[in-house]
């Protein structure tokens, strides 16, 4: 079985700082890596992935992950946090079979 | 493309009300989930089905929730009967072909059991 942690449920920045969210994962089998975002009322929205291609994966609104096997870790970051980047961000993991295990969440607040 | 579409958005209830959520998962995509989101659980995984068929439900609390897929673009999940630690958001998600996929998520509803 696969699981996420993170760690840090609320994690403040202030605008323009550097956005660090930490993932570390557990998986028997190589995996697939996701981070997904969550704003209020809404579903998730798929942010990037890693499939075993390049470790360093770039996604949308700036924001990039690498992949460190040694470190079974899968860090998300963003260089300059914006007002908008306020959201929920799950970090989750899938071992090949379908069930994709997600972490708690870290609630991403931005200060101005 | 209209993206999953989940029915009711909300839903008020009282406890031992049977309580049907609905889903309708982008066309095409062959893979249907359904997850439970609270503040003290975070997303389980309830169910999964891979081409209309559930392949996996141990994720499923107990026999008061029960899950249908009669058809590639139709899904639902009933609870019955409902109490009020059911109480949560409860999405639907579809995937196409393999796990390195992406999910697409639906907006949710939220389901309130008095």
């Known amino acids: 079985a696969q699981s996420v942690t993170q760690l840090g449920s609320h994690v403040s920045v202030s605008e323009g700082a550097l956005v660090l969210l930490r993932c570390n994962y557990s998986?028997?089998?190589?995996?697939?890596l996701f981070w997904y975002v969550q704003y209020p009322n809404q579903g998730l929205q798929l942010l990037l992935k890693y499939t075993s291609a390049a470790t360093l994966v770039k996604g949308i609104n700036g924001f990039e992950a690498e992949f460190k096997k040694s470190e079974t870790s899968f860090h998300l970051t963003k260089p300059s946090a914006h007002m908008s980047d306020a959201a929920e961000y799950f970090c989750a993991v899938s071992g090949g079979n379908n069930r994709l295990a997600f972490g708690k969440g870290n609630q991403v607040v931005v200060i101005p | 493309d209209a993206g999953v579409i989940q029915s009711p958005r909300h839903e008020v209830t009282e406890m031992g009300q049977e309580v049907t959520l609905r889903c309708k998962p982008i066309s095409g995509h062959n893979s249907l989930f359904w997850y439970r989101q609270t503040m003290m659980r975070g997303l389980e995984l309830l169910i999964y089905?891979?081409?209309?068929?559930?392949?996996?439900d141990s994720g499923m609390p107990e026999d008061r929730f029960s899950a249908k897929m009669p058809n590639a673009s139709f899904s639902t999940l009933k609870i019955q009967p409902s109490e009020p630690r059911d109480s949560a958001v409860y999405f639907c998600?579809?995937?196409?072909?393999?796990?390195?996929?992406?999910?697409?998520f639906g907006p949710g509803t939220r389901l309130t059991v008095l």
């Open positions: 089905f891979n081409n209309n068929v559930p392949i996996d």
């Open positions: 998986s028997s089998v190589p995996p697939y």
């Open positions: 998600a579809s995937r196409l072909g393999q796990a390195y996929n992406e999910q697409f």
